[in-house]
């Protein structure tokens, strides 16, 4: 899946929409880079260490959890490869429950982007300083600096060559076009990366001085990190079971999700209302004149009152609705750092992302006074935008928590979830009527939706941004092997109206 962005941005600017897109034979379902629906978590490498088992515990039944979804989805400005796994338990009685629904971000660094990534911001910096620089002088001598000291700032070092002078600021990478098999591929430890040549008795070229340069202050970095007892600790790999509870792979596609007008279409329905109301008030007062009624003239003024919608109509599932029915068969909802699509503005997870219970009502007065174009209960049904500050911040880096991902009801129909659902046990001298009864069927998973956030710097392990990498690749190496962070989910349940 390509990452779209704009700029500086590293937010998603549009909102992706998943599909399922057939099943995934056993013997192909090997790729952790591809993003799927079901089947077992495939770890980002074979060495690293990977989440316990009790990641893929419930919380509430302690029993096994299937993962719903593995998806590879890269930001623009991280070194990371970057993967998002959901996990889920499939007993109806511990649906929305705490604990029962589970989301992990994974990060295995790549190596040859994060040197793009460096080499990218050098000349930045390099550029920023020189123009700094250059005003400054010109600002002392009144000439330019540029033409006054000649070749002064030369660009045209090893930084501007290869690559990176073809690289412009566009929005997209090598490494977010959604293929597994381009990641690793290119002239990484072929002594191409950084356009030069390989010394033809294969011994290692003499270093530049500006590399010198570099590889002190890698080593500088290095000790410093130690001493700060920041860098990463490497354990061993330990499989989960093999036996684990899943369900069958599918492969996961993304498309830009595209939407009728949704101000047009109430507009368009709103002249239709209007002209058959004002038909409906003519025949009234052709009728009362005929039958020497009320005078004309005291309706002559009145304006068609908007009809109240019944009490507790939830406006944030209305709007669920109109949103889901133009793509019905979307089973995830992709755009990091955008707005979740709220199943429900009146449940417990509203409340913690902001979103008040009167925000799902238009029945107050200040709503029937607002003329505006997005008054009252159009304004609701449009209204988006959440708040964070009640959710638990990282862990690692105290950055706030930011929506990146949903799954959606249409994923219950894909997954057989029913199918790989554990009937409940119970005792066979027990006798069970009415919901009791009922509960010994279990169908498995249910939910309006699930909505994942995620640490909004994306930090691995506490560190952001690309300055503790360094800037050579032998700075990088402790940083190689993979990585993986408990992240949040809340759900929404089908039952929105109390």
Not at 118 to 129: D, E, I, P
Not at 210 to 216: F, G, I, S, Y
Not at 412 to 420: I, Q
Request: proline letters at 4%.
């Amino acid at each position: 899946m390509k990452s779209q962005q704009t700029g500086k941005n590293k937010f998603t600017a549009t909102t992706l929409l998943g599909y399922s897109d057939g099943l995934i034979e056993s013997s192909e379902d090997c790729d952790p880079f591809a993003s799927r629906l079901g089947g077992r978590p495939l770890w980002l490498d074979s060495t690293s260490a990977v989440p316990e088992i009790s990641t893929g515990i419930c919380g509430n039944c302690s029993g096994e959890m299937v993962m719903l979804v593995q998806t590879y989805v890269p930001l623009e400005d991280s070194a990371y490869d970057r993967t998002i796994y959901v996990w889920a338990c499939n007993r109806r009685a511990c649906a929305g429950k705490p604990g029962a629904a589970k989301a992990v971000r994974g990060h295995l660094l790549n190596k040859d982007y994060a040197l793009k990534l460096v080499k990218r911001k050098r000349v930045a910096s390099a550029k920023s300083k020189a123009a700094v620089n250059a005003k400054t002088a010109d600002a002392a001598s009144g000439t330019s600096a540029i033409s006054a000291s000649g070749s002064k700032f030369d660009f045209g070092s090893v930084w501007l060559s290869g690559d990176l002078g073809s690289t412009k600021a566009t929005g997209s990478s090598d490494k977010s076009n959604g293929s597994a098999g381009s990641l690793f591929s290119g002239t990484f430890g072929s002594g191409s990366l950084f356009g030069g040549t390989a010394a033809k008795n294969n011994d290692p070229a003499p270093l530049s001085p500006t590399h010198e340069a570099d590889q002190k202050e890698d080593d500088l970095l290095v000790n410093q990190l130690e001493h700060l007892n920041i860098m990463p600790e490497l354990t061993e790999h330990v499989d989960w079971p093999q036996d684990i509870a899943s369900v069958p792979a599918q492969y996961l596609e993304f498309d830009s999700e595209e939407l009728a007008d949704e101000y047009q279409l109430d507009g368009r329905y709103k002249d239709q209302i209007d002209q058959a109301m004002e038909l409906a008030n003519e025949s009234t007062r052709s009728r009362e004149k005929k039958a020497g009624g009320t005078d004309e003239d005291e309706w002559a003024d009145e304006k068609y009152e908007r009809a109240e919608r019944p009490k507790g109509t939830d406006v944030g599932f209305e709007r669920f609705v109109r949103m889901v029915s133009q793509n019905p068969e979307q089973v995830m909802r992709y755009q990091f750092g955008g707005e979740p699509l709220l199943y429900s503005m009146q449940d417990e997870t509203a409340q913690k992302l902001g979103v008040s219970k009167c925000d799902g009502d238009s029945d107050d007065e200040e709503d029937d006074d607002d003329e505006s174009d997005n008054a009252g209960y159009d304004g609701w049904l449009h209204r988006r935008g959440y708040r964070t500050e009640r959710l638990p911040r990282c862990e690692h880096c105290n950055g706030r928590r930011v929506y990146e991902c949903q799954l959606m009801p249409a994923l219950l129909s894909v997954l057989p979830l029913a199918a790989h659902a554990k009937p409940v046990v119970v005792s066979s001298n027990a006798r069970l009527v009415g919901s009791q009864l009922l509960q010994t069927v279990d169908l498995g998973l249910e939910f309006g939706t699930m909505l994942v956030f995620v640490c909004e710097n994306d930090c691995h392990g506490g560190l952001t941004g690309t300055e503790y990498l360094g800037k050579t690749a032998s700075s990088m190496d402790r940083f190689a092997p993979a990585a993986y962070y408990n992240e949040l989910v809340l759900v929404q349940m089908e039952a929105h109206v109390e």
